[in-house]
Structures are given as C-alpha cells and as structure tokens.
C-alpha cells in the first residue's frame, strides 16, 4: 500500500501561482512514477504531469511552459509549479503514484482560478 498526502490547493486569480505537494511514505525510488491528474466538473479526469523514477517528465500540452513538477528524494515529496494559471486549470487534482503496477491515488486538493 501507498498512502498519498496532498497539499497545496486554493484559489488564485488568473496569471497567479500555486505550489502542489505530494508526499509518500517508504523511499520514493522504489515507486515507478508519481504526478497528478486533474478533473474540471463535467469532465474526464486527464494527466497533468508525471515524473519517472529515472528523472524523465511528462505534461499534458496544455500545461507545458507553466508548469513544472519536480521530486525531493529526502523527503519524499513530488511537488507541481503552476504558474500563469488560467480558468481553464480550475479542477480537482490528485496525486498518483505507480508501485508495483498499480495505480494509488492522494485525497484530491481544490484549485481554483478565478477573477
């Protein structure tokens, strides 16, 4: 089992920034990858970012340029950069991990962006 812990979300307005957290217990090596997805109301949940264990990073290409995930191996965190938010990244987001070839998912965390 992996447990996920978020943090991070809120409201901001439009050009504003926000800073993810996602913290898993164990060493973090030993999970494939980790990232969030998100999920506007109405909406498929889709990927946001990823990063490997080997360090590669994915994005979803409406977030490439303003958003940078990143991974603190000490503290086993992931954490997600978003700058030059925009309504349309208004959704849940959830954290993931890949362990063992399952999918574990965090609590979710609120970001809103908003005038």
């Known amino acids: 089992q992996v447990q996920l812990v978020e943090s991070g979300g809120g409201l901001v307005q439009p050009g504003g920034s926000l800073r993810l957290s996602c913290a898993a217990p164990?060493?973090?090596?030993?999970?494939?990858?980790m990232g969030w997805h998100r999920q506007a109301p109405g909406k498929q949940r889709e990927l946001v970012a990823g990063?490997?264990?080997?360090?590669?990073?994915i994005y979803v290409d409406s977030v490439k340029g303003r958003f940078t995930i990143s991974r603190d191996g000490a503290k086993n965190t992931v954490y997600l950069q978003m700058d030059s938010l925009k309504p349309e990244d208004t959704a849940v987001y959830y954290c993931?991990?890949?362990?063992?070839?399952?999918?574990?998912w965090g609590q979710g965390t609120q970001v809103t962006v908003s005038s």
């Open positions: 164990g060493t973090i090596s030993s999970i494939l990858a």
């Open positions: 993931y991990a890949i362990f063992r070839s399952m999918y574990y």
């Open positions: 990063i490997f264990s080997a360090g590669t990073t």
